[in-house]
């Protein structure tokens, strides 16, 4: 899985944080809290990120309202993922990231093997 680029990831921010489907222009409000955007960069990038399968739309009268189609997480379980399989020696990897967590990561680490079934810890 591919990055999303830097506006691309604040168009998802936007909807992962909100929870609800938007359109453009609340995206690009937002966005303008924080730096400038226009209008029809936001709108090509959300058509592109609908392309890409990453939100899925439907008309609004004039408008669009965009929905993501995977959450954060799963987005970050992705990275994740492929991260990991960059690396000749899972193993190995799987170490160095652990040994880099912190106690309360590693807590969370084990609840969720704990919840997938997985329980040899």
Known sequence: MRRL???????????????????????????NLRRPAAYTTVMTVATILYDKGWLTRRKQGQAWLYTPVRSREAYSAALMEDALGASRDRSAALVHFVERMSDDEVAALREALRASGRTEL
Not at 10 to 21: A, F, N, P, Q
Request: with cysteine.
């Open 5 to 31: 680029g830097e506006l691309e990831a604040e168009i998802m921010d936007c909807l992962w944080k909100w929870g609800r489907s938007a359109t453009v222009r609340e995206v690009v409000d937002d966005i």
